[in-house]
């Protein structure tokens, strides 16, 4: 291809701040708006989100949906929309992108600002296959047709990263109540953690299956495990939010009869 596209990214927070310095670095030819006014290096600052619709392709990472929908008024060719929402607010953004003659990309970013512009930094996005801008970021990864797919990953990977941060620190605390150091404890949570995700094929087949038969541990023995874990953080004074909404969970699937199988079967309460 001969001269590249010209590109515009509105918002420039922590997120946006790294994706304009990407483009600039690639080589595109930039120009940046934000709320506050901000500079970035070798880049043109406008003073209207219409002037950054000039660009061939408009870059949006602002914080909310909310705050994204109200500044897209006026011309856009292209719009790569890096904002992080539910799937419902992709697709209405699609919607929206389809009427109005939008050429219309969903993207999210798995990745922190410090990783944009290297591979480690997967962008996974859906609808339009063009994926356009997105190489300078990172490596780009298109997960489907249906423009709410990308929102959908987003939540549930973080969902998942969520869920083990808040055991990790759950654990560091526990630990920490009887003098034990995160430093010596977080390398066992590391190796144990590795082997854990080992068996998420296998529940993965069962949930699919929904075949839950076990030798291995039935879903009882874990609620007795939820239970004793709750006690201990109440006997170490710790607050039991985490533990006990998992010890709520495990055990309404025990009383809805999955008492003899396998963890896995957990999700038949979830998926109600
Ligand atoms: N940071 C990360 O590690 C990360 C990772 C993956 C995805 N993301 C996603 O990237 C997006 C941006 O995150 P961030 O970390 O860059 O957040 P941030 O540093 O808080 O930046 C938020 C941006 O939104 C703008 N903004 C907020 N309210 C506004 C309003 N009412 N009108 C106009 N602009 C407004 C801010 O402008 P001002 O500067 O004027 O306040 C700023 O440009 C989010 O959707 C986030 O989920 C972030």
Request: net charge negative; aromatic share 6%; charged share 20%.
């Amino acid at each position: 291809m001969g001269t590249k596209e010209t590109v515009s990214v509105l918002g420039l927070g922590r997120m946006g701040s790294a994706l304009a310095n990407a483009l600039v670095e690639e080589g595109y030819e930039v120009s940046v708006w934000n709320r506050t006014p901000k500079t970035i290096p070798n880049a043109r600052s406008v003073a209207t989100p219409q002037e950054a619709f000039q660009s061939d392709v408009v870059v949006t990472c602002l914080s909310t949906y909310d705050v994204q929908q109200p500044l897209l008024t006026g011309e856009i060719k292209t719009l790569v929309n890096l904002t992080s929402g539910t799937p419902d607010e992709a697709r209405r953004t699609a919607r929206w992108a389809e009427d109005n003659g939008v050429e219309y990309v969903d993207g999210v970013i798995m990745a922190v600002p410090q990783q944009i512009g290297t591979p480690q930094a997967r962008i996974l996005f859906s609808g339009n296959e063009n994926h356009h801008v997105l190489d300078a970021f990172g490596e780009p990864v298109h997960v489907g047709e249906d423009a709410g797919l990308a929102a959908l990953y987003d939540l549930a990977l973080l969902g998942l990263m969520w869920s083990v941060f808040g055991g990790y620190l759950q654990a560091v605390a526990l630990m920490g109540s009887e003098g034990i150091e995160p430093r010596t404890f977080t390398p066992m949570a590391m190796s144990w953690l590795t082997e854990m995700s080992t068996l998420l094929p296998e529940m993965g087949e069962e949930t699919q299956t929904r075949s839950y038969e076990t030798d291995v541990s039935a879903l009882d023995i874990n609620v007795s495990g939820l239970r004793l874990l709750t006690e201990a953080n109440e006997e170490q004074g710790l607050d039991t939010t985490l533990p006990k909404a998992l010890h709520a969970l495990f055990e309404r699937a025990q009383s809805n009869g999955h008492g003899n199988h396998s963890i896995a079967s957990v999700i038949e309460e979830i998926r109600k």
